[in-house]
């Protein structure tokens, strides 16, 4: 309950939350009520009253029909409430990543973050939102319970108290353990999730080459790093609700006592034996309940601690995203590219040294060498994902460092080597939910030559690519690629042997059709380039 992240949610939404909370309060009083009818309904038998009796006992299943019918409504309006904090958790966890630069966002594997929008969320529902709800009933049973004893006598309200003081002094005994165990939890379980991704990603390679008693071992160490700390969270827990098992029946027992004692007496009803041995169970149980909702809410602050998103949006709000929208524009560039004796290192390698170039608008360049001479790395650095570069970059008379990459990214497209398409239609993948023009979407396949091999489609641009494109060729997905930066139409085009997996006569088709744009400022990297084609270009420079 003391986790401002935590706190945060249940504020933001408010609404759906306190309409969960108000059917809550509803049929905790009508439960309580019930109790209290039941001990009218007991009185009548021993008075010999029938007709009190029957009165009593038809207004005791008005209240239980009632009961059951706002049940359903009141776990409507929770799962709700619910479902409108975990899809705001998976929200600010996206923005987070959008805030991430370039390199830190790829420090980490993508099972990590895959964990946080599945596991993550998932224990959060389970160790906060659910027992959240469940310390809310179980806090307005206890205050109906008491008030109801107290209408009976003030000794069992003075007994109450007592015992409330008793259960809620107990989970300080485990708070700190349960911060800790949940804390290790949610860092094994990432850890499994992206054990398993990889596990699932080098799947053809172990089956190759006949490793499949590899694949089943790993499997299962990542299942048991998944459960072994859950399992310890569970026990723990367990322990915890056991001595308070046995602090409950004490409490209960002793309670039960007094209400014989002052029925014995007469000074409350004897048909409060019934209904107020129910009240002083519903109170005990109650009690215990808080303190195990307590305990759950103590352990998933880690989970918490992980979205800090909120804290930047709760303080500036709309001002920052205004902000920011009005710094993304840049001046389209004039002149072109220079870098003067710029040098990366990759932690202690060094894979860039003393590069000098200077590439004019509209120019068409070339970079060639071997495999890890810093060819795509100085991809890269023009794009503004690895600022960390020594020397300068400059766009026109601006350095790249006092850029934001998202303003790099409004003139420039980028072809990677691997090419990533999404599980959705080639229409899809090219505009990327952008709306475009019949005619710009016609002259970007035919620049990317892809137009062909539509036509063998049955769906033409409709047709789905399947899971990272696996319905389609390696040049097929470059060639998706390509229309979409062409699409796109930005004035610097980069390109990572964006042509590598085409037969040459598409493949030339498509550097004829980009060398031929006036406009366009193209860099282009290549393992070889022919004598021949190495006069198409401004300049080549060999790394």
């Not at 080098?202 to 700390?229: C, H, M, W």
């Not at 239609?425 to 539509?454: M, P, V, W, Y």
Request: hydrophobic share 45%.
């Amino acid at each position: 309950m003391n986790s401002t992240n935590m706190s945060f949610y249940l504020r933001k939404f408010w609404k759906e939350n306190t309409l969960a909370i108000l059917f809550l309060v509803i049929l905790c009083g009508l439960q309580v009520g019930a109790n209290l009818l039941m001990m009218q309904s007991f009185q009548g038998i021993i008075d010999r009253n029938m007709n009190q009796f029957i009165f009593w006992m038809l207004f005791l299943v008005i209240i239980w029909f009632l009961i059951y019918g706002l049940t359903g409504l009141e776990t409507f309006f929770r799962c709700r409430a619910i479902r409108v904090m975990n899809n705001a958790i998976r929200q600010d966890i996206a923005e987070i990543l959008l805030k991430k630069s370039y390199r830190c966002f790829h420090e980490q594997p993508v099972g990590e973050y895959l964990s946080q929008f599945t596991n993550d969320i998932n224990q959060i529902e389970n160790l906060a939102w659910n027992p959240f709800f469940d310390f809310i009933r179980s806090t307005v049973t206890v205050v109906f319970s008491i008030a109801a004893l107290l209408m009976l006598h003030w000794s069992l309200l003075a007994a109450s108290l007592v015992t409330t003081v008793i259960m809620l002094s107990f989970p300080k005994l485990f708070h700190q353990q349960m911060e800790h165990l949940g804390s290790v939890c949610t860092r094994e379980q990432s850890a499994a999730v992206s054990r398993l991704k990889e596990l699932l990603a080098g799947y053809n390679v172990l089956r190759f080459f006949n490793q499949e008693q590899r694949f089943t071992n790993e499997a299962e160490v990542a299942s048991d790093q998944i459960e072994k700390p859950k399992f310890r969270l569970a026990y723990v827990k367990g322990f915890a609700n056991a001595g308070m098992g046995c602090i409950n029946i004490v409490c209960q027992m002793l309670h039960v006592a007094l209400i014989g004692i002052l029925s014995v007496r007469g000074i409350i009803l004897q048909g409060a034996l019934t209904g107020g041995g129910n009240l002083c169970g519903n109170l005990s149980a109650g009690l215990g309940n808080m303190v195990q909702d307590v305990l759950s809410m103590s352990s998933v602050k880690p989970y918490f601690e992980k979205i800090s998103v909120h804290m930047r949006k709760s303080v500036e709000g709309q001002t920052e995203k205004e902000a920011l929208k009005a710094g993304m524009q840049m001046e389209i560039m004039q002149n072109g590219i220079t870098m003067d004796n710029v040098s990366f290192c990759y932690d202690k390698k060094t894979v860039l040294q003393g590069f000098t170039a200077r590439l004019k608008k509209g120019g068409k360049y070339a970079l060639t060498g071997p495999s890890g001479c810093g060819k795509s790395t100085l991809l890269k650095l023009m794009l503004g994902c690895l600022p960390e570069y020594t020397g300068s970059i400059r766009l026109d008379d601006r350095e790249l460092r006092g850029c934001r990459p998202e303003q790099l990214w409004q003139q420039i497209s980028y072809i990677e080597q691997d090419v990533f398409l999404f599980n959705s239609t080639i229409r899809d993948n090219i505009t990327l939910g952008r709306e475009f023009t019949t005619e710009q979407i016609r002259k970007a396949l035919q620049d990317s030559a892809l137009e062909n091999d539509l036509l063998s489609m049955p769906d033409g641009l409709d047709t789905v690519v399947g899971e990272n494109g696996g319905n389609l060729s390696g040049g097929q997905k470059q060639r998706v690629a390509i229309a979409r930066a062409l699409l796109y139409n930005r004035s610097i085009l980069l390109v990572d042997e964006g042509t590598s997996a085409l037969d040459r006569e598409n493949a030339d088709r498509i550097e004829k059709n980009l060398l031929s744009k006036p406009e366009l400022t193209l860099i282009l990297v290549s393992h070889h380039l022919s004598e021949e084609q190495k006069k198409q270009f401004t300049r080549v420079f060999a790394l």
